[in-house]
């Protein structure tokens, strides 16, 4: 199972909007809705901020949003913060009963 | 509070054994499937294993099939990752997740970790 495609880098100024991409195949982002993003800080825990592609667990902004078009899922980050630097991973459910993960995308605050 | 708390990390030579702990607690443990990940150094999360609430279902990433065995203990509410045949590439940062959906709810066992430990190293060096 081959990890999910994502942007190495992307970047941004306070208060602007990115979003990162997550390309996967039609047995894993297109095949269900089982789709998750995770913030990971430096030398920290991942921590789950989006699942079933769009909702946001309890405590996690409003600033982060998901959604999926076909084999992609994406994440944007609306009102981008200082404390939003870090590694962002998606995640999917796949046919052959497995997770995979991203590839992982670095966020930087310019 | 959920906490989990992994043990069992180490240095080991490689085609040698090693096994993981996950001590779990704030939360009806038998209720959750729970997955190991994993973070080698400086790279990205590899997804390795989950297994249901009541203990079946057990299911591995190609990479570690047929070398690792998960299993849990719900009475003492502890989850372990048995690790055989190491190679140098295993070597990582184990983290124990917790789903965020329980067993009956008719999400797969292995989607949206919730929380997670905060992971025991594992070096497979000669």
């Known amino acids: 199972q081959s990890a999910l495609t994502q942007p190495a880098s992307v970047s941004g100024s306070p208060g602007q909007s990115i979003t990162i991409s997550c390309t996967g195949t039609s047995s894993d982002v297109g095949a269900y809705n089982y789709v998750s993003w995770y913030q990971q800080h430096p030398g920290k825990v991942p921590k789950l901020v989006i699942y079933d592609v769009n909702n946001r667990p309890s405590g996690v902004s409003h600033r982060f949003s998901g959604s999926k078009s076909g084999n992609t899922a994406s994440l944007t980050i609306s009102g981008l913060q200082a404390e939003d630097e870090a590694d962002y991973y998606c995640s999917s459910y796949t046919t052959s009963n497995t997770l995979v993960f991203g590839t992982g995308t670095k966020v930087t605050v310019l | 509070e959920v906490q989990l708390l992994e043990s069992g990390g180490g240095l080991v030579q490689p085609g040698g054994s090693l096994r993981l702990s996950c001590a779990a607690s704030g939360f009806t443990f038998s209720n959750y499937a729970m997955n190991w990940v994993r973070q080698a150094p400086g790279k990205g999360l590899e997804w390795v294993s989950s297994?249901?609430?009541?203990?079946?279902?057990?299911y591995y990433a190609d990479s570690v099939k047929g070398r690792f065995t998960i299993s849990r203990d719900n009475s003492k509410t502890m989850l372990w990752l048995q690790m055989n045949s190491l190679r140098a590439d295993d070597t990582a940062v184990y983290f124990c997740?917790?789903?965020?959906?329980?067993?009956?709810?008719?999400?797969?066992?292995?989607?949206?970790?919730?929380?997670w430990g905060q992971g025991t190293l594992v070096t497979v060096s000669s």
């Open positions: 997740a917790k789903v965020r959906y329980f067993d009956s709810s008719g999400y797969p066992s292995l989607v949206h970790l919730q929380d």
């Open positions: 297994i249901s609430g009541s203990g079946g279902s057990p």
